[in-house]
């Protein structure tokens, strides 16, 4: 069966996020992987990958999930990590809000206990709401919250700002998130 760019990206996240040992991979302690093994232990397990195909997924993923290094022998993931990697982010100081999309069926429970990483290393945020209206809408109907980040930031929580414009954060207690209503702006 042919595989599509979707369905091959979608196997990207897997293997650099989530579970390189699938295909037998090991990924270095900053989340790196040789190219030129992980399309020989990709085929090897029965996904047809080459390195054309890799550096044309790195170049049309929508969300920029995938970093080559400048000599595109290595690849990671930008973010989205389960397994233990770190990153290398320097901290920056967040804008005053950020945005985080969800579904409504979570926001009991994150209006009760605040927003955790879950599977995930850090609390992903968006700098805006149309971005975190699509990913609240991967889980359900999508609501959207807003996070005073800066002030967070200001207790000494560190916040990072991924390649690819994602911010990463350990947690979200309650008292700095909101609800935003339809039709509200930001
Ligand atoms: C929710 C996508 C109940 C949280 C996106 C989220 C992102 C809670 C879900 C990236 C909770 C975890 C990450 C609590 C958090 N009670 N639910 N206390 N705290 N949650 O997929 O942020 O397309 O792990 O609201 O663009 O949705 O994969 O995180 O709904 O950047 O490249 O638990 O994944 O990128 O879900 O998405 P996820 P996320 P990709």
Known sequence: MAHSLVQLSKFLSLVLRHDPARIG????????????????????????????????????SDKQRFALCPEQRRIRANQGHSVAVELGLSPVVPPEGLYHGTAVRFLASILATGLSPRSRQHVHLSPDLETATRVGRRHGEPVVLR?????????????????????????????????IQPGESP
């Open 25 to 60: 991979l090991r990924l270095d302690a900053a989340g790196w992987v040789d190219v030129d093994e992980l399309v020989e232990k990709a085929n090897t397990a029965g996904t047809p990958l080459s390195r054309a195909l890799v550096l044309r997924i790195v170049e049309t």
């Open 147 to 179: 996070v005073a980040a800066r002030a967070l930031h200001d207790t000494g929580q560190a916040f990072f700002c991924a390649e690819n414009g994602v911010w990463l954060t350990s947690s979200v207690p309650a008292r700095y998130l909101r609800v």
